[in-house]
């Protein structure tokens, strides 16, 4: 094991001299006119990321990357601010008729791209075209109809009652629709992803699969408070970790979301470029898949997660910037607690566990990864489980290829990662209940009607304490079931030319860029 750890880092060292190497054109990272010209004109920002877009329909992704193009192209019903307070955002108000109902006030003078008015028939059909969508459909699932009153006013009723209603509006997913611009792409044999059209502070203006995707400044976005004070973004597509740093560097990014963790110190040390960190919710974690034997085994997945060397995983990963993490939520989520069942890094007890489950002489399946930081993770439990006897074969593809493959259950394993919203239900639901298994978020296979009942408990139950027990109960069987294996939490990073302002990082990872200038 020392020697696979010593030999992942001697390679994520040696990529972070040759950024090093990039050091030349530094000063260039100090320019103060923005990545297109003249101080005070127009202004470009360039951000770096590792992931492409998988999807520029909100209603056809949930993942985190291609969010940042959705968010800032399409607006919600309601938003979440800094302090974790929901407000109106496409709403002007909201009230709570009753358990089942809500009725809502849209803003007036609201318009789209295209220049034609929001109304709530564009709501009414955004809610029901997302309900059949297997990637975000879980959000909505309370939604029983949507009844028009008139342009500007509705009905959400519901098929019980929520206590996520409010937060999952605010979820990209839950992106409002233009209904005749949808209606015109679909009669045309396109997709809503081929002309995405919102009613947000950026319009689409390109996209690049596998290199990059431009957003341009609405002029006529409806709130002047987070109307952009830059004119253009563009997001740039950089998997390998050292060519992002040496992009920082000389002057080709303005920020980096996907900050190789190598490379922090380097950053920080650099009086040219600024290091922003924050506490986040993303828990990195190992599962198998439980539809497959022996998986499906839980002395199995228990042996696993006993040989697993998490300190290992997040050196090799992230340089250790972090902490190791036993939990299915992050710490700084609301719906965490500290209840579940810790996996010691105990190789004898793995074996004991295997022989009793009949595996003692081990097994061979593959583990699917999307980027390198996954799969230096991966290797590190390669290593550890072939001192079980057991092989696994790592298979690194695109994020998009890694979503369709897990989501059609073709992986034995896969690491991958979750970064928690404001609201639990909003984790629990689509990775752990058994209608969501697959494309709906739930990559476990798992499927415990117990689970199923407490998540819907939770979410409709108006008994404070009653909702506390339910999500304690839901994270220690889950962790005594072993359906994940986590590895770690990740501390927040973003990196950037020290003179660009308006950075305003998220917990959660919904950054908003629309305030980033020079």
Same mark, same amino acid.
């Given at each position: 094991m020392r020697k696979v750890l010593c030999t992942i880092l001697a390679g994520v060292m040696t990529a972070s001299l040759l950024a090093g190497c990039g050091g030349g054109g530094s000063d260039q990272g100090n320019s103060t006119k923005g990545s297109s010209g003249e101080a005070g004109g127009s202004q470009a920002i360039n951000i770096g990321i590792n992931t492409d877009v998988s999807s520029l329909d909100p209603h056809n992704h949930n993942d985190t990357a291609s969010s940042y193009a959705t968010r800032h192209i399409y607006s919600n019903l309601v938003r979440l601010t800094d302090n974790n307070e929901f407000v109106g955002d496409l709403a002007e108000k909201?009230?709570? @008729?009753?358990? $089942?109902?809500v009725e809502f006030t849209l803003k007036e003078g609201v318009k789209f791209h295209d220049g034609t008015a929001l109304t709530a028939e564009d709501v009414k059909y955004s809610l029901e075209s997302q309900k059949e969508s297997p990637k975000v459909g879980h959000l909505v699932s309370m939604i029983e109809s949507v009844e028009v009153k008139d342009d500007t006013h509705f009905i959400i009723h519901m098929n019980t009652p929520s206590n996520a209603l409010i937060s999952s509006l605010n979820h990209s997913g839950c992106a409002i629709y233009s209904k005749a611009h949808v209606e015109k792409l679909l009669a045309d044999g396109k997709k809503i992803e081929d002309e995405p059209m919102g009613t947000g502070p950026y319009k689409f203006e390109n996209w690049t699969p596998g290199a990059s995707f431009t957003l341009v400044k609405n002029p006529d976005y409806f709130d002047p408070e987070r109307a952009a004070q830059n004119d253009k973004l563009t997001f740039k597509v950089i998997p390998e970790d050292s060519a992002r740093t040496i992009a920082l560097e000389n002057g080709e990014l303005d920020l980096l979301i996907d900050v190789p963790f190598t490379d922090a110190g380097k950053i920080r040390d650099n009086d040219k470029l600024a290091l922003d960190e924050y506490t986040s919710t993303h828990v990195e974690y190992?599962? @198998?898949? *439980?539809?497959?034997?022996?998986?499906?085994? @839980?002395k199995v997945r228990q042996a696993l997660s006993h040989a697993i060397n998490k300190g290992d995983a997040l050196i090799a990963s992230i340089n250790g910037e972090g902490k190791v993490f036993d939990n299915y939520i992050g710490e700084a989520a609301i719906g965490y607690y500290d209840v579940v069942t810790k996996y010691d890094y105990d190789v004898e007890k793995a074996k004991a566990l295997l022989e009793e489950a009949g595996y003692g002489d081990g097994f061979t399946f593959n583990c699917y990864v999307s980027n390198a930081k996954r799969a230096n993770s991966a290797t590190v439990i390669q290593a550890n489980l072939a001192e079980l006897g057991i092989t696994m074969n790592i298979e690194q593809?695109?994020?998009s290829t890694f979503y369709e493959k897990t989501g059609n259950s073709e992986h034995d394993s896969c690491i991958a990662g979750w970064v928690a919203n404001a609201e639990p239900d909003n984790t629990y639901r689509p990775l752990f209940t058994s209608g969501n298994a697959g494309a709906g978020g739930n990559r476990s296979f798992y499927k415990n009607p117990e689970i199923d009942k407490l998540v819907d408990d939770a979410a409709t139950n108006s008994?404070?304490?009653? @909702? *506390?027990?339910?999500y304690e109960t839901i994270l220690k069987t889950l962790s005594d079931e072993a359906v994940w294996g986590p590895l770690y939490a990740q501390t927040g990073l973003i990196a950037r030319n020290a003179d660009l302002k308006g950075v305003n990082p998220s917990p959660i *990872? $919904?950054?908003?860029?629309?305030?980033?200038?020079?």
């Open positions: 909201w009230e709570f @008729v009753d358990d $089942m109902t190992f599962t @198998v898949n *439980q539809s497959k034997a022996p998986f499906d085994n @839980v593809m695109e994020a008994d404070k304490a009653a @909702v *506390q027990k339910d *990872q $919904m950054h908003d860029f629309y305030a980033l200038h020079y």
